[in-house]
């Protein structure tokens, strides 16, 4: 059973910078594509970032690209999410996503979630 859980959440204020992880267990399958998908109260989640296993290639949401930068551990089950320059519209619940890399980059319903962690961003 693979299970994603995450950590580093909080609140902070705008300009401040937060990394967020997380570590995945249980995959049969090690050649796993992993990424972050956020939602805000009352909006539709919304695609941040992902990291193929290798964290050799990297995709982004244009409200964040230069901002976060995703990382992958070298023991490749535990991805980063490092966010620079926080704004308040980065508040959210921040999920730590599975899947291959074309389900992770082109849908939001990948295979598996974490439970999720809070970013909160004040002004």
Do not use: H
Not at 41 to 69: C, I, L, M, Q
Not at 91 to 118: E, F, M, R
């Amino acid at each position: 059973q693979v299970r994603l859980v995450e950590s580093g959440g909080d609140l902070v204020q705008a300009g401040a910078s937060l990394r967020l992880s997380c570590t995945a267990s249980g995959y049969s399958d090690g050649t796993y594509s992993m990424g972050w998908i956020r939602q805000a109260p009352g909006k539709e989640r919304e695609f941040v970032a992902a990291a193929t296993y290798t964290g050799g290639r990297k995709y982004y949401s244009d409200s964040v690209k230069g901002r976060f930068t995703i990382s992958r551990a070298r023991d490749k089950s535990t991805i980063y999410l490092q966010m620079d320059s926080l704004k308040p519209e980065d508040t959210a619940v921040y999920y730590c996503v599975g899947d291959n890399w074309s389900i992770l980059t082109t849908s939001l319903q990948p295979k598996y979630w974490g439970q999720g962690t809070q970013v909160t961003v004040s002004s």
